[in-house]
């Protein structure tokens, strides 16, 4: 009985001391709410330990329970202690179901204060977020107030700029308002009419027009006040001292600040007086330069005339003369051969082979002379199938001498097939002819696009010639070396640079005595 009063005792204190550490921990949490969180884990581990009491208490009930059950004989003051052990049991329950409760409060009371603090950060970013947002709208007002004052000065700054421009121009400036009444007139405007700013200033448009043109002037000036603009418009002013000057005008509207109304038009003028004037004696001058074309038109037709009967003549009237001498020249070698001796031969034959070169140079002039009256005839063709069939001019040269011929790049190029096939057979007989006396001849032949044309050369290792003559080489006649050494009557290149120039290219040769020349020629690209 002692044994288990003493525990009963033993748990009475001991839950005494539990319910006071308890009665301390919820006081402590109440003061101490920024620690909550730690009291809360202190209060769930103080309830645990409870409920583990708990159920020590239970099952030492029941051991009572047992005890009390097997001492029921002892006396009632055992059954009155179970009763008291009940009732206490009872009291426990409900303090333990009381402490539940205030538990279940204290965490919502928590969770209360956690939802205010909650609240009072989001107030606390929102107060941030909104000094933030005044901060950055009173740097922005700043901003615009500079800038505004910045704005200020450079309008300042530009209608200074504007007024010296205006007063400075060389060209005259002129402004006027709704009414056509003038408002700005610049220097060159006062030099040209003679009349001051301070003078036309507030006055009609009108005081500056010939009054023969007044009406017609006004009338294109209030075309400006419809929304048009004058783009290069003719309109004269009179002077002060009453000579009338021609300007171009172009003009430009003012708008109002609201795009819609027009409240001045600015306009900027020309003096074309003189350039009126040049164009007139141009006009003159034209219909005279006309009249002259048209005579000296007719002078080269009748020249041409004239040149094409002369040809006529040396065609005909020159080569009857020589058909008799090259015939009684023939008869009296078969007929009196014997009768002469071989000085007399000799002459002979000399006279023969005269007339024959006479001969072939009439063909040579006429064929000069037919290059200056010759259309051209363009067509685009393929360059080395051209030089391919001028050598079989020379093929029976080419097979019985020693020739070295090399034909490298050969672009294509365009004008006049019959004409440039004539160009490369005459250089190609030059240079076989003036490198006869090699024993090896070498020839090379290209060309290339160079810029907007074609180059062409022949190459040869011919005897040359001396550059200082080469002003003289593409002339009539002109030749570098004697008859006796090598044949021609100088006319070849003649007709070459005649064709060349004629389709709009150029010649030209490079060369020194003994070691061959270089002939170019130059053909535009169409």
Not at 30 to 48: F, G, H, N, R, T
Not at 250 to 261: R, T, Y
Not at 361 to 385: M, P, V
Request: net charge negative; glycine share 4%.
């Amino acid at each position: 009985m002692a044994v288990i009063t003493v525990i009963i005792v033993g748990l009475e204190m001991e839950k005494i001391k539990k319910n006071n550490e308890l009665h301390i921990v919820n006081k402590e949490h109440l003061i101490q709410s920024l620690e909550i969180e730690k009291l809360e884990a202190e209060l769930d581990i103080a309830y645990k330990e409870l409920v583990f009491q708990n159920e020590k208490m239970v099952k030492l009930a029941a051991t009572l329970i047992v005890a009390n059950k097997e001492l029921a004989f002892q006396n009632q003051e055992k059954v009155e202690r179970a009763q008291e052990l009940v009732i206490a049991n009872k009291e426990l329950a409900f303090q333990n179901g009381e402490k539940e409760k205030r538990a279940a409060e204290l965490i919502l009371a928590n969770k209360k204060l956690v939802f205010q603090n909650d609240e009072k950060d989001k107030r606390e970013q929102e107060l941030v977020i909104a000094n933030r947002e005044l901060a950055f709208q009173n740097k922005e007002k700043e901003k615009r107030a500079a800038e505004l004052i910045l704005a200020n000065e450079v309008h300042r700054k530009t209608n200074e700029y504007l007024e010296n421009l205006i007063n400075c121009a060389n060209a005259p400036i002129i402004v006027w308002n709704s009414e056509f009444k003038i408002t700005r007139f610049n220097k060159a405007f006062e030099i040209i009419t003679g009349r001051s700013e301070k003078e036309v200033l507030g006055k009609s448009l009108q005081i500056l027009f010939p009054a023969s043109g007044k009406e017609s002037s006004m009338e294109l000036i209030g075309q400006t006040h419809t929304g048009e603009k004058m783009v290069v418009v003719e309109i004269d002013i009179v002077h002060i001292d009453g000579s009338v000057r021609k300007l171009q005008w172009n003009s430009a509207n003012i708008l109002s600040p609201d795009g819609e109304s027009i409240i001045s038009t600015i306009a900027q003028c020309h003096d074309i007086t003189v350039h009126k004037l040049a164009e007139e004696e141009i006009r003159k001058l034209n219909e005279t330069l006309e009249q002259k074309v048209t005579e000296r038109t007719k002078q080269l037709e009748e020249a041409n005339k004239e040149l094409e009967a002369f040809s006529y003549s040396i065609s005909h009237d020159l080569r009857t003369p020589l058909r008799h001498i090259e015939g009684f020249i023939d008869l009296l070698l078969k007929s009196n051969s014997a009768q002469l001796d071989e000085t007399g031969i000799h002459y002979l034959k000399i006279i023969s082979e005269s007339s024959t070169d006479m001969g072939n140079l009439i063909d040579a002039l006429l064929s000069f002379s037919r290059l200056g009256r010759t259309e051209l005839q363009r067509k685009k063709f393929n360059t080395r199938n051209m030089v391919d069939e001028s050598l079989k001019t020379f093929q029976e040269e080419l097979t019985t001498r020693d020739v070295e011929l090399t034909i490298s790049s050969l672009p294509d190029t365009t004008g006049d097939e019959y004409l440039i096939t004539q160009v490369w057979i005459n250089l190609l007989s030059n240079a076989l002819k003036y490198s006869r006396k090699k024993d090896k001849a070498v020839i090379e032949i290209g060309g290339e696009l160079v810029n907007k044309e074609t180059i062409f050369h022949i190459k040869d290792n011919g005897v040359g010639f001396d550059m200082k003559y080469a002003g003289k080489l593409f002339g009539v006649f002109q030749r570098m070396h004697k008859a006796a050494d090598f044949e021609g009557i100088g006319i070849g290149l003649a007709n070459v640079n005649r064709i060349v120039i004629k389709h709009g290219g150029k010649c030209w040769a490079e060369s020194e005595v003994d070691k061959g020349a270089t002939f170019y020629f130059s053909l535009p690209i169409k």
